[in-house]
Every structure is written in structure tokens, then in C-alpha cells.
């Protein structure tokens, strides 16, 4: 940890988690013939729907990131990473605690919403101008976009629309769109788990960069190799808390003996 002459941490905080808790409900009951009219019944008498349940996805968690940092979330499905990542983009809002970010957090695949109807290249522009660039930077980096998702490789995709993308082209140019651009917090949900080794190569090496561009990179992968190679802390979340939080490789192999475990 850099300290200054006093002794106190140099280190900038991007992201502060304090104490986070998130409560939704699902609604597991079936619909069925008369349910319109038995949802309106509820409603004026204040009941909860049957089959309704409460999830405590997230329970207590506290951390402090800063800027530089690339920090990878781990832990079983269901374990709150994708809800936590939400709730720092301010997408979903903590039942207690708070979350305290610094700049602007962009998680990828909805800052860049992207549209099927419209072709690839329409997608650029619209995806670049929610990420937060102007029309300028987008035509200046627009061929970096396209040929760094390599979507053009096997015909003229980036003319036809997205709906007749399959799913990893679809995520591979949402990344793109978003590595196009230096982000306070960036926010990234199993992008790398798409594409080729090439794509893979280039997303973790770019993700190298943004670092460098003194911005915060979290990770969400199932590829624990992944997360050793571009991340240097990571932070284990298990049934909704923080199991361990520390050196990358350090965590992931603590979370391996632990799913080995359990086998």
C-alpha cells in the first residue's frame, strides 16, 4: 500500500461498498385464467401475491476499490456478483448501506444498449454515444470498434442487424463499443467468457490498458484462469457475502479448494 510522508494511504478510491444489503422479491406464482382480476383484488386490499418470495441476494458486503485496480468477482451462481455490479452502477439500489462512487460507472451490456432491429454500424454510433462519447470520437474510433470485435471477419456483419448476430457477436461488439472509450469504473458481466482465444487475447489485454488510464476494471467471469490472468485482487462472494477479499491468485485457489470441497 503507497503511503505518503504522513503515512496516510496515496491510493485514490473509485469505489466505496459500505455495509451493502439487497432485498428484491420473485414472484414464482404461475398466471392463469382470472389472474388480472385477482392481481386487481390484491392491490386494493394491500396483499402480497402468493408464491411471492424474498431474496436476500446481498448481505453486508463492505470494500474499497481504487483507481488502477482490476478487481475480479467470483463465487458460486447465485452468490450476488451480477446484483452487486448493478448496485454500483447505480441500477439497482441497496435495501441498507450505501455504495459511494467516484466518476461515472459504466456497466458493459447497458450503457451500451444495444438494438436488434438496427444494423451493427447504427449500433456503434448508439452504443458509443450511451457509453458517452460524441459523434466525433465515435467516427474516430470507429473502425477500431469494428475490427477489434472482429465481427467483419467472416463477411460485411456491421451492415446487417443485430438480430442476425449470434449471441458471442453480439457481446463481443458490446465490448467493443465499451473498451473504445477510458472509464472512471467499468463494470464487466462474463464478456470474456465470449469469442475466440484471439478476442479473449485482445479483451484482457485491453482491459491492461484501461487499468494503465487510471481506471477501476471489475470482472465477473466462471473462468477462474480468466481472473488470475487480468486481475490482481479479487473478491470471493458466497450466498450473498464476502468470503474473502485479497491477491487474485490467492482467492481463486481458496475458492477452488473450497468448490473441490463439495464435490
Known amino acids: 500500500?503507497?503511503?505518503?510522508?504522513?503515512?496516510?494511504?496515496?491510493r485514490v478510491p473509485t469505489v466505496v461498498v459500505d455495509d451493502v444489503h439487497i432485498t428484491y422479491k420473485v414472484n414464482g406464482a404461475r398466471t392463469g385464467r382470472g389472474s388480472a382480476t385477482s392481481a386487481l383484488s390484491r392491490i386494493a386490499s394491500r396483499r402480497q401475491a402468493?408464491?411471492?418470495?424474498?431474496v436476500h441476494a446481498v448481505k453486508g458486503v463492505s470494500f474499497a476499490a481504487y483507481k488502477g485496480e482490476a478487481i475480479g468477482l467470483i463465487g458460486s451462481n447465485g452468490s450476488g456478483k451480477s446484483t452487486l455490479l448493478k448496485a454500483i452502477a447505480g441500477l439497482l439500489p441497496p435495501s441498507k448501506g450505501r455504495v459511494h462512487t467516484q466518476g461515472q460507472p459504466s456497466l458493459l451490456g447497458?450503457?451500451?444498449?444495444?438494438m436488434s432491429d438496427l444494423t451493427g454500424e447504427r449500433n456503434v454510433i448508439l452504443g458509443g454515444l450511451a457509453m458517452g462519447m460524441t459523434r466525433e470520437e465515435i467516427r474516430e474510433r470507429y473502425e477500431q470498434i469494428v475490427n477489434f470485435s472482429g465481427i467483419n471477419e467472416k463477411g460485411d456483419f456491421i451492415t446487417l442487424?443485430?438480430?442476425?448476430?449470434?449471441?458471442?457477436?453480439?457481446?463481443?461488439?458490446?465490448?467493443?463499443?465499451?473498451?473504445a472509450k477510458s472509464h472512471d469504473v467499468l463494470l464487466i458481466d462474463e464478456a470474456l467468457s465470449t469469442g475466440d482465444a484471439k478476442f479473449q487475447r485482445r479483451s484482457k489485454e485491453r482491459i491492461i490498458e484501461l487499468r494503465k488510464e487510471a481506471g477501476t476494471v471489475f470482472l465477473v467471469s466462471h473462468s477462474n484462469k480468466s481472473i488470475t490472468e487480468t486481475c490482481d485482487r479479487a473478491i470471493w462472494l458466497e450466498a450473498g457475502t464476502l468470503r474473502m477479499d485479497g491477491p487474485a491468485k490467492d482467492v481463486v485457489a481458496a475458492y477452488e479448494k473450497f468448490t473441490t470441497a463439495k464435490k
Open 110 to 114: 447497458v450503457n451500451a444498449a444495444l
Open 161 to 179: 442487424p443485430m438480430r442476425t448476430y449470434s449471441s458471442g457477436m453480439g457481446a463481443r461488439l458490446r465490448f467493443s463499443i465499451a473498451a
Open 50 to 54: 402468493p408464491g411471492v418470495r424474498e
Open 1 to 10: 500500500m503507497a503511503e505518503n510522508m504522513n503515512g496516510t494511504d496515496e
